[in-house]
């Protein structure tokens, strides 16, 4: 299994411009999670699943969006990127039954 | 809200020495779930352990052990026979016991140098 993977691992935005964070598990977990991670700080959570077609926010979800159309994938959009989404993005799942979290790689944004 | 405090921002320990790293937490509820992640230089955040409120036997993986006191809503890790892959930051993390309730709060993390 490759577990969570996580593209792209950086990424550089200019401000105004949009992209999608991908995300992808192959364990079969029902819940999948994104996060944030400023420097310094530790992580919050900006949008969870809890299977495919369902979402909900988190503590941080202005400025994002994210959709489940199956269970591998939950992509995470930004549509109009500020200054203030330069962070490490990472996603997370776990299955229904246990509660730890598998994380991905992580992917470094930085919009200028 | 619960929230999660690591006091310690830097921590060191000779190669082969045990340390601990403290976490405390403040919460109203009664059953929760308690994380120490990992996060080495290549950022990928790893579990290392995890203790359920309900349980009063304390957690131990291998060289990691917490002591968790839930009246004093204190969870510190110990790590024994510490080795130079251990160096990291090391993340503490609090999730409710309610079904519906996702959210994992994260501390701020202690970043752990292993002396050789």
């Known amino acids: ?112 | 809200a619960q929230t999660v405090t690591q006091s310690q921002p830097e921590m060191s320990v000779q190669e082969a020495e045990t340390v601990t790293l403290s976490c405390t937490y403040d919460t109203s509820e009664s059953d929760y779930y308690l994380f120490w992640y990992k996060q080495p230089p290549s950022r990928q955040m790893i579990l290392v352990i995890r203790q359920e409120a309900y349980k009063q036997q304390n957690a131990t993986e291998n060289r990691f052990s917490v002591n968790f006191q839930k009246a004093a809503k204190s969870f510190s890790l110990k790590i024994s026979d510490s080795q130079l892959g251990d160096a990291a930051m090391y993340f503490c993390a609090y999730r409710s016991g309610d079904f519906g309730n996702e959210k994992l709060t994260f501390g701020t993390g202690t970043r752990l140098t292993i002396i050789p």
């Open chain 1, 1 to 112: 299994n490759a577990g969570v993977t996580q593209t792209p691992k950086f990424r550089i935005l200019k401000i105004g411009q949009s992209m999608t964070l991908q995300c992808t598990q192959d364990m079969n977990h029902n819940y999948m999670y994104w996060y944030r991670q400023d420097p310094g700080m530790g992580l919050k959570l900006i949008y969870y699943s809890v299977g495919a077609g369902i979402t909900d926010k988190g503590e941080v979800p202005n400025g994002y969006n994210v959709s489940r159309s199956t269970t591998e994938d939950f992509p995470l959009r930004l549509e109009l990127a500020a200054p203030s989404q330069t962070s490490v993005y990472f996603c997370a799942s776990r299955t229904g039954t246990e509660y730890e979290q598998y994380f991905g790689p992580g992917t470094r944004l930085t919009v200028t």
